[in-house]
């Protein structure tokens, strides 16, 4: 930042005796004639002219001033721009959200109508953030919808002609849409896509158990309907039977189907005989499947499956039990299964495998399947899920120890490949966590912890006013998400930066920043927890209301 310079040190008697090198009383005489001269008016005496090397000497002084200041300059942009890098890069990863202000208003509402816009349309598409589902109406008439999430305006609507009867107007049926994978193969140019399944329930099946208790199981018909995100476009469909399971996998999608169908004539559960579970991947454009696998028959398989699928690994599960298949191939790595009559969660491990947990009365436990088959017991640890993850460390699984009665443990990591404990942090953790830049977010209690993903070591930690936040960030900071406010610490070194109520003002949403605690202003009303939710659309916070009201802020 600059070299050093050269110093010339010059002796007293060098010097004219004034100003520097002067004696006691001739500074003082100086400094009073300066100060209080006899006559205003006339010139200050200022002595004799300065010597050279005084000169020379002070112009030095300036110039390493100079050096210094403009080091400290080029330092703090330094900063400033791999801070501003630090946050482009986080901005990238899913579910961080837009820069939060503590002062964020409505951009856009929408209300519980017909066109009513929900969190699960959420989908983000390539370019931009889209809300992206539909609805089907009374007469089974199918609309697609797209929404800009920054402004709420409408993109396309697309009406789908499907040609089927009409469905039942207490039962109504339904649009779910996934996130964007790769172009069908059969397209002439890339697009953006989404995967949409329609259901419309055409008849309802009561079944009766011995105990009174009952439960509502659709028949009807569903189609699976792959979209351009760009138009609207319904680039293929494919008739499944209502009851299938699906998930988008790059280049194509892989479904899950019972073999038996209701039968309109069953009045209890005992009349569903066990079933099994057909699995099968497609390509786009093709009515044939790559592959397919067949589950044992099971129970509890209409009211307890479900199917997920990533580019290298598919899940099923089915009744208590959850199978683990290679993508390309559907080959079986292995399956898990958890006390009878309980079904599991389940969640693929990045490099391969798959971690489930079961809530089985007061026994809580985890068991992970590792790539080559293995079984591997973790009892008292339930999964800790990444509301953010930035991949940053992808080798390990995060838990949380669990007591019979819920109350939170510590935070521990394990091998993804091995299961083998990697450590345990004195932080504790409970059902979610924040990993960015190789550090672990968690909130439990009234306690926020940064945790180094390294070795579990606690980096800092901060105390809260309340419990049982929801936490999300939007990489500059832990946004702690709770009870009708919002609370912000930097996630550098968890400093409190802000604290906003969530309040209602002539009708409209927003957040309003507090000072000596959450108190509302009189021309707000705050917005309270059993009334609201938060969560995320798009890149924004939102506002979930029970009435199916949304408000996104911004």
């Not at 009349?271 to 592959?291: E, K, M, Q």
Request: net charge negative.
């Amino acid at each position: 930042m600059g070299g050093m310079a050269d110093v010339e040190l010059v002796e007293d008697e060098d010097l004219p005796r004034h100003g520097l090198g002067a004696s006691r009383s001739e500074r003082t005489a100086q400094a009073k004639a300066v100060e209080h001269p006899a006559d205003r008016d006339a010139p200050v005496p200022v002595g004799p002219p300065l010597h050279p090397r005084v000169r020379r000497l002070r112009r030095l002084a300036v110039a390493s001033l100079a050096v210094l200041v403009t080091g400290l300059v080029v330092t703090q942009q330094v900063m400033d721009r791999r801070e501003e890098e630090r946050l482009t890069r986080y901005a990238e990863v899913p579910g961080v959200l837009s820069p939060v202000r503590p002062d964020a208003h409505e951009l856009w509402s929408v209300t519980n109508d017909n066109d009513r816009i929900v969190s699960p349309w959420a989908v983000r598409s390539i370019g931009r953030d889209l809300l992206l589902g539909g609805t089907v109406d009374r007469d089974g008439r199918v609309t697609l919808r797209a929404v800009d999430a920054d402004k709420g305006t409408d993109v396309w609507t697309v009406d789908v002609e499907l040609g089927w009867e009409p469905g039942l107007t207490d039962y109504p049926g339904s649009v779910g849409c996934q996130a964007p994978t790769a172009a069908p193969s059969s397209s002439a140019a890339p697009v953006a896509t989404v995967t949409c399944l329609i259901t419309v329930p055409q008849r309802v099946v009561v079944l009766t158990a011995e105990d009174g208790s009952s439960s509502e199981n659709a028949l009807g018909q569903s189609a699976l309907l792959i979209v351009d995100t760009a138009t609207g476009g319904v680039l293929q469909r494919v008739d499944v039977p209502l009851g299938t399971q699906l998930s988008s996998l790059p280049g194509g999608y892989v479904t899950a189907t019972p073999d038996v169908t209701l039968d309109p004539t069953w009045t209890s559960p005992t009349d569903v005989p066990d079933t099994s579970v057909t699995v099968a991947r497609y390509d786009w454009g093709s009515s044939t499947p790559r592959w397919t696998f067949r589950t044992p028959p099971v129970a509890h398989v209409f009211d307890r499956s479900w199917l997920f699928g990533n580019a290298g690994q598919v899940i099923v599960g089915a009744g208590s039990t959850t199978w683990l298949l290679g993508a390309d191939d559907g080959t079986s790595v292995g399956s898990l299964t958890g006390p009878e009559g309980y079904g599991l969660s389940a969640e693929t491990i990045p490099g391969g495998g798959m971690l489930t947990a079961s809530y089985a009365g007061e026994s809580l436990s985890s068991q992970m399947l590792t790539a080559d088959g293995t079984v591997v017991d973790l009892p008292g640890l339930l999964p800790v899920t990444r509301t953010v993850d930035d991949d940053s460390a992808a080798d390990l699984l995060l838990l949380a120890e669990m007591t019979a009665n819920w109350e939170p443990g510590s935070l521990v990591a394990v091998d993804a490949r091995t299961g083998e404990r990697r450590w345990s942090s004195t932080a504790s953790a409970q059902w979610s966590a924040v990993v960015l830049g190789g550090v672990v977010y968690a909130a439990s209690g009234r306690t926020l912890a940064a945790v180094d993903a390294d070795d579990g070591a606690v980096l800092w930690t901060r105390s809260l006013d309340h419990s049982d936040g929801q936490l999300l960030t939007d990489g500059a900071a832990a946004l702690l998400i709770g009870q009708g406010r919002v609370d912000a610490f930097d996630l550098r070194d968890g400093t409190p930066l802000w604290s906003s109520l969530l309040v209602s003002t002539d009708g409209t949403v927003g957040l309003q920043p507090q000072t000596d605690g959450p108190t509302a202003s009189a021309t707000a009303t705050p917005v309270g927890a059993d009334e609201s939710w938060l969560t995320m659309v798009g890149r924004h916070l939102a506002v979930m209301f029970p009435t199916g009201d949304l408000s996104v802020l911004g």
